[in-house]
């Protein structure tokens, strides 16, 4: 079974600066892992993921993430945080070779200052 | 491509009612998902069928819930009776088995409940 923590259900940051947030899996197997953002009132869209080979990656919007397997981790990151970026943000993990379900992690919250 | 597309956006209605929400899958794709969204809950997935077959209904809360996939183009969930705990968005959410985007699963804009 896979699970997913996201560390910090709020997170606050002045516009232009670095924006981290975290995520942890947990999978018995090799994980696929996903980021997605959810702006208000509004659908999940895919920002980045990861299945193989490269563990940083690069999505939409500037942000990325890299695939820490010692540490069971897949923070997202952006150098220089921008007043749209204020949404909501899902960490999400399924199984490699299958990718049938996505667990979910609790969401993150961003809210950026001006 | 128009994207998973999912009618009604918003529905309120009287506890007791039937609700049937739709989903149109993106052309081509062979797994349908349907997830709900609570403050309390987070995003939990309540069925996936692949080629039109539920596959695992593990995650469908009881017996009110139901859901259909009639063609590879529609898919239905239905609650009845409705009660205000159902409140939730409901997302609808589709992938191709194969591809460069096999592995990514997309999502619907959701269809916002509010039962009364």
């Known amino acids: 079974a896979q699970s997913v923590t996201q560390l910090g259900s709020h997170v606050s940051v002045s516009e232009g600066a670095l924006v981290l947030l975290r995520c942890n899996y947990s999978?018995?197997?090799?994980?696929?892992l996903f980021w997605y953002v959810q702006y208000p009132n509004q659908g999940l869209q895919l920002l980045l993921k990861?299945?193989?080979?490269?563990?940083l990656v690069k999505g939409i919007n500037g942000f990325e993430a890299e695939f820490k397997k010692s540490e069971t981790s897949f923070h997202l990151t952006k150098p220089s945080a921008h007043m749209s970026d204020a949404a909501e943000y899902f960490c999400?993990?399924?199984?490699?070779?299958?990718?049938?379900?996505?667990?979910f992690g609790s969401g993150t919250q961003l809210t950026v200052l001006p | 491509d128009a994207g998973v597309i999912q009618s009604p956006r918003h529905e309120v209605t009287e506890m007791g009612q039937e609700v049937t929400l739709r989903c149109k899958p993106i052309?081509?794709?062979?797994?349908l998902f349907w997830y709900r969204q609570t403050m309390m809950r987070g995003l939990e997935l309540l069925i996936y069928?692949?080629?039109?077959?539920?596959?695992?209904d593990s995650g469908m809360p009881e017996d009110r819930f139901s859901a259909k996939m009639p063609n590879a183009s529609f898919s239905t969930l239905k609650i009845q009776p409705s009660e205000p705990r159902d409140s939730a968005v409901y997302f609808c959410?589709?992938?191709?088995?194969?591809?460069?985007?096999?592995?990514?699963?997309?999502f619907g804009e959701g269809s916002w409940l509010t039962v009364v």
């Open positions: 999400a993990v399924t199984r490699s070779g299958s990718a049938r379900q996505l667990t």
């Open positions: 052309s081509g794709h062979d797994y």
């Open positions: 959410a589709s992938r191709s088995e194969g591809g460069l985007s096999g592995n990514t699963i997309y």
């Open positions: 069928f692949n080629n039109n077959v539920p596959i695992d």
């Open positions: 990861y299945t193989t080979g490269a563990t």
């Open positions: 999978s018995s197997v090799p994980p696929y």
